[in-house]
T-cell receptor, first 117, second 112 residues
Framework: GAVVSQHPSWVICKSGTSVKIECRSLDFQATTMFWYRQFPKQSLMLMATSNEGSKATYEQGVEKDKFLINHASLTLSTLTVTSAHPEDSSFYIC?????????????FGEGSRLTVL | QKEVEQNSGPLSVPEGAIASLNCTYSDRVSQSFFWYRQYSGKSPELIMSIYSNGDKEDGRFTAQLNKASQYVSLLIRDSQPSDSATYLCAVTPTGGGNKLTFGTGTQLKVEL
């Protein structure tokens, strides 16, 4: 199956700092990647859709200036949490769909657990 | 009404029994339906996908779709303790071919 790799798997940072999370599709090209956030005992909430070579599309209520998304190639998307605060502590998960395949199946990265002190 | 609804559980079944997980969705013309399994602290992994009415079987798993009732279910036969996890139902809404909307998940516990 398709493999999506996410890095780092966990990160602890001080309040006010920025954190970058990388999402790579290892064996396929992904025109579109998705970033989700999951708080404890809650479901996945879509934050934004990352499109290769263009601006990301953010879901309602997600601050685009706080969560910077860059999708510079067909295999890499990055999420930067700027000026992180404790309320940003969460499990961030990226996912991708194989380019040209319209079945809707998503492949997920391993997730990145962010803790902001 | 939530777009995708699931009973949060926990659903407890004895080892070897059949576990039945249910999901309803609000968008009548949704086209694609998925079941993901998520272990605690891990990211979701795809278990089954189903696109047309009826049953789809894959090993111990059977997905059932009834578009008229806006209902999709997952049956796990011969449940094992390793099946204990949260099962997420996901739906691709109309016109949102790029997006998946997830339910809150049902926690399954398979007891020895």
């Amino acid at each position: 199956g398709a493999v999506v790799s996410q890095h780092p798997s966990w990160v602890i940072c001080k309040s006010g700092t920025s954190v970058k999370i990388e999402c790579r599709s290892l064996d396929f090209q992904a025109t579109t990647m998705f970033w989700y956030r999951q708080f404890p005992k809650q479901s996945l909430m879509l934050m934004a859709t990352s499109n290769e070579g263009s601006k990301a599309t953010y879901e309602q209520g997600v601050e685009k200036d706080k969560f910077l998304i860059n999708h510079a190639s067909l295999t890499l998307s990055t999420l930067t949490v700027t000026s992180a605060h404790p309320e940003d502590s969460s499990f961030y998960i990226c996912s991708a769909r194989i380019s040209g395949v319209s079945t809707g199946e998503l492949f997920f990265g391993e997730g990145s657990r962010l803790t902001v002190l | 009404q939530k777009e995708v609804e699931q009973n949060s559980g926990p659903l407890s079944v004895p080892e070897g029994a059949i576990a039945s997980l249910n999901c309803t969705y609000s968008d009548r013309v949704s086209q694609s339906f998925f079941w993901y399994r998520q272990y605690s602290g891990k990211s979701p992994e795809l278990i089954m996908s189903i696109y047309s009415n009826g049953d789809k079987e894959d090993g111990r798993f059977t997905a059932q779709l009834n578009k008229a009732s806006q209902y999709v279910s997952l049956l796990i036969r011969d449940s094992q303790p390793s099946d204990s996890a949260t099962y997420l139902c996901a739906v691709t809404p109309t016109g949102g071919g790029n997006k998946l909307t997830f339910g809150t998940g049902t926690q399954l516990k398979v007891e020895l």
